[in-house]
């Protein structure tokens, strides 16, 4: 296809067909403009110009074309003038944890697109195994998980804390500290395999994970919550995702002696990410706002 150079060669001599004014116009050689020229035609299939003497007169053709591409050339370096001046236009794509994409971006994402209206972000939540594919796949620019990761193609930034807890609608259970090893008989309901959540988790047990009773797994929070109404079941979840319950009474914490399941949270994007001034205002404005 046809280059704006070649274009913008073609609507000049189309007005001024003296090439050598052109050439010193655009600084460049007169055969730098002649085989734009003949380039363009050759794209086409067609003369455009009529060669007489050292002038290159419009013909019928040629006139045609100008008509029909002079408008779009404009549109074209309208365009490319807009996003020259404005670094901050673009689309950002981000994947997140279930936590973290429900419970702590959200509101840091409204306020920047409050401050720049002219962004926009899409949003996909997944769990961390899937997050970090799409980040060396290239189909995110920024990735948001629970655990930290030893990647040598990402980067991982800390960006907030989080503390998981051990919840369940039993009051009694609720009302003492115990030791964690008491309650891995229970009827454990957790997150699926390749969760932050469930892996930290897990991690923080060591060896007495091998004794823990996963009854049920689920993909969604709002599913183990719903299964926590049954007295002996019991979970470890983030505090963010049972503030309500807690307030009104439905869930209550369990105390573990001797043990907490405080984490970071982090940031991530691969190391041969492009830098624009777009992707560092956000990255910036997150590890300032959450």
Same mark, same amino acid.
């Given at each position: 296809?046809? @280059?704006?150079?070649?274009?913008?060669?073609?609507?000049?001599?189309?007005?001024?067909?003296?090439?050598?004014?052109?050439?010193?116009?655009?600084?460049?050689?007169?055969?730098?403009?002649?085989?734009?020229?003949?380039?363009?035609?050759?794209?086409?299939?067609? *003369?455009? /110009?009529?060669?007489?003497?050292?002038? &290159?007169?419009?013909?019928? *053709?040629? *006139?045609?074309?100008?008509?029909?591409?002079?408008?779009? &050339?404009?549109?074209?370096?309208?365009?490319?003038?807009? /996003?020259?001046?404005?670094?901050?236009?673009?689309?950002?794509?981000?994947?997140?944890?279930? #936590?973290?994409?429900?419970?702590?971006?959200?509101?840091?994402?409204?306020? /920047?697109?409050?401050?720049?209206?002219?962004?926009?972000?899409?949003?996909?939540?997944?769990?961390?195994?899937?997050?970090?594919?799409? &980040?060396?796949?290239?189909?995110?620019?920024?990735?948001?998980?629970?655990?930290?990761?030893?990647?040598?193609?990402?980067?991982?930034?800390?960006?907030?804390?989080?503390? &998981?807890?051990?919840?369940?609608?039993?009051?009694?259970?609720?009302?003492?500290?115990?030791?964690?090893? #008491?309650?891995?008989?229970?009827?454990?309901?957790?997150?699926?395999?390749?969760?932050?959540?469930?892996?930290?988790?897990?991690?923080?047990?060591?060896?007495?994970?091998?004794?823990?009773?996963?009854?049920?797994?689920?993909?969604?929070?709002?599913?183990?919550?719903?299964?926590?109404?049954?007295?002996? @079941?019991? @979970?470890?979840?983030?505090?963010?995702?049972?503030?309500?319950?807690?307030?009104?009474?439905?869930?209550?914490?369990?105390?573990?002696?001797?043990?907490?399941?405080?984490?970071?949270?982090?940031?991530?994007?691969?190391?041969?990410?492009?830098? @624009? *001034?777009? /992707?560092?205002?956000?990255?910036?404005?997150?590890?300032?706002?959450?």
């Amino acid at each position: 296809m046809f @280059t704006i150079k070649e274009l913008d060669f073609f609507i000049y001599l189309s007005e001024n067909t003296n090439v050598s004014k052109a050439a010193k116009d655009f600084k460049v050689t007169q055969s730098a403009i002649s085989l734009a020229i003949k380039s363009l035609e050759e794209k086409l299939g067609e *003369r455009l /110009f009529d060669r007489v003497g050292k002038k &290159l007169i419009l013909n019928e *053709r040629g *006139r045609y074309f100008k008509k029909i591409i002079e408008p779009h &050339l404009i549109a074209l370096k309208d365009a490319q003038n807009i /996003f020259s001046k404005n670094k901050m236009g673009g689309e950002l794509k981000i994947i997140a944890s279930k #936590t973290i994409s429900g419970y702590i971006l959200a509101d840091p994402i409204y306020r /920047f697109l409050i401050k720049y209206p002219q962004i926009k972000i899409e949003k996909e939540t997944a769990n961390s195994e899937f997050i970090i594919r799409k &980040l060396h796949e290239a189909k995110s620019d920024i990735g948001f998980i629970e655990n930290e990761v030893e990647d040598m193609d990402l980067n991982c930034i800390k960006i907030a804390q989080d503390e &998981l807890i051990v919840v369940s609608s039993d009051r009694e259970l609720a009302k003492k500290e115990r030791y964690i090893d #008491t309650l891995l008989d229970r009827k454990w309901i957790m997150r699926e395999k390749g969760s932050g959540t469930r892996d930290f988790f897990i991690k923080k047990l060591g060896k007495l994970s091998l004794k823990l009773n996963i009854f049920l797994e689920f993909s969604e929070f709002e599913e183990i919550k719903s299964v926590l109404s049954h007295k002996e @079941t019991i @979970t470890c979840i983030s505090k963010h995702a049972v503030k309500r319950e807690l307030k009104e009474g439905e869930l209550f914490e369990v105390k573990i002696k001797n043990m907490d399941f405080k984490r970071n949270l982090y940031m991530l994007y691969h190391k041969n990410k492009t830098k @624009t *001034r777009l /992707f560092e205002e956000f990255m910036e404005f997150i590890k300032q706002n959450v």
